[in-house]
Nanobody, 126 residues
Framework: QVQLVESGGGLVQAGGSLRLSCAAS????????MGWFRQAPGKEREFVAA????????YYGDSVKGRFTISRDNAKNTVFLQMNSLKPEDTAVYYC???????????????????WGHGTQVTVSS
């Protein structure tokens, strides 16, 4: 069982930056693929980024490529999402998710993730 707690959300102006954190419980954090998803009002939950257990492989949604960076610190059981050049359309609740070993091609599939946090709100003003 893994429990995930997101933090770092808030209100920021367009063009600004935020860094989200996701703290995980459990001694097997380093064996999990970790992902970030987001959900805006009235929209489906959307894939943002994912990272392999070692941090050696990362994968991004098209809308955030070149602006967001996912990373992890296995010693601290934490995964991060650095968000730069934020746009109003990035406004959403951001969720951290975890899963065991999956194929790289499935990193963006929310149905493959077993554990979810409660989310943190990110609001980007124009």
């Amino acid at each position: 069982q893994v429990q995930l707690v997101e933090s770092g959300g808030g209100l920021v102006q367009a063009g600004g930056s935020l860094r989200l954190s996701c703290a995980a419980s459990g001694r097997t954090f380093s064996s999990y693929v970790m992902g970030w998803f987001r959900q805006a009002p009235g929209k489906e939950r959307e894939f943002v980024a994912a990272i392999s257990w070692s941090g050696g492989n990362t994968y991004y949604g098209d809308s955030v490529k070149g602006r967001f960076t996912i990373s992890r610190d296995n010693a601290k059981n934490t995964v991060f999402l650095q968000m730069n050049s934020l746009k109003p359309e990035d406004t959403a609740v951001y969720y951290c998710a975890a899963t065991g070993a999956i194929y790289y091609r499935d990193y963006g599939n929310r149905k493959m993730y077993d554990y979810w946090g409660h989310g943190t709100q990110v609001t980007v003003s124009s």
